[in-house]
């Protein structure tokens, strides 16, 4: 398969102290790949530096392109989405000018059509075709989940990185938005999803890293971590008990 995304000895953290400390990690065009580990492991700074929102060094590759220093509007422009743990949505704002709003980068392209992106979330997410006029604070938890990852998808991005899309809501909504991930999945979108939700996470994702205080300590393929006895042990055994 085509890497879409590789790192090699990445670097990231906050002023002078690194969060993560020279990992690296690939993505293939059309998967979805898993980054689990506990609190405080450095997933969230991972997809944030990536993004271009944190400093970092090291090599970032996308397409076969080296992109490391690129700003983060350029890596917007690239092909590459975030949808960021608090979901930073408008919240005075409805959720079609929501949805409107993550289609910036198809319009700086001047792609044709770019509007009609729209009816694709909706598709996809038919509740929020429901409360298209309502605001965005008005919205649940779930809901607000699905327009962050609408909006998202409005720029139609080579790369969709989500962050603890399960964070706060219900296990039903989980089960949806994991379900959509494994839909996108068959459009040809790569996905990288920091989880930690470890079973929902390897249960839908190809391959998957383990990632703990900074070091990423495992990798290969998503089913054969699940049967991992460290895995289990660490991540899985208090589920399986339940």
């Given at each position: 398969m085509t890497?879409?995304?590789?790192?090699?000895?990445?670097?990231?953290?906050?002023?002078?102290?690194?969060?993560?400390?020279?990992?690296?990690?690939?993505?293939?065009?059309?998967?979805?790949?898993?980054?689990?580990g506990p609190n405080g492991a450095g997933k969230s700074t991972l997809l944030n530096?990536?993004?271009g929102v944190l400093p970092s060094r090291g090599r970032v590759r996308f397409e076969g392109r080296d992109i490391t220093e690129l700003s983060l509007e350029e890596r917007v422009m690239a092909g590459i989405a975030l949808v960021p743990e608090k979901r930073e949505l408008f919240g005075t704002m409805s959720v079609e000018d929501n949805l409107v709003l993550g289609g910036w980068r198809r319009k700086r392209l001047?792609?044709?059509?770019?509007?009609?992106?729209i009816d694709t979330v909706y598709g996809i997410f038919p509740r929020l075709?429901?409360?298209?006029e309502q605001q965005a604070a008005t919205l649940s938890g779930g809901e607000r989940q699905m327009l962050a990852i609408g909006r998202a998808l409005m720029a139609q991005p080579k790369l969709l990185m989500?962050?603890?899309?399960?964070l706060g809501l219900?296990?039903?909504?989980?089960?949806?938005?994991?379900?959509v991930m494994a839909m996108l999945r068959?459009?040809?979108?790569?996905?990288?999803?920091?989880?930690?939700?470890?079973?929902?996470?390897?249960?839908?994702?190809d391959h998957g890293y383990v990632l703990e205080t900074g070091d990423l300590v495992?990798?290969?393929?998503a089913q054969r971590l699940a049967s991992d006895p460290r895995v289990i042990e660490t991540y899985l055994g208090a589920m399986q008990a339940a």
């Open positions: 890497v879409l995304l590789a790192i090699d000895d990445f670097h990231a953290g906050y002023g002078k102290a690194d969060v993560l400390r020279g990992i690296s990690l690939k993505a293939d065009a059309g998967s979805v790949v898993t980054v689990i530096a990536l993004m001047k792609a044709s059509g770019w509007r009609d992106t075709k429901e409360r298209r989500l962050d603890e899309p399960s219900a296990p039903l909504i989980v089960r949806e938005i994991f379900e068959t459009t040809g979108v790569t996905i990288l999803l920091v989880e930690q939700n470890a079973r929902a996470a390897l249960n839908v994702a495992l990798d290969g393929p």
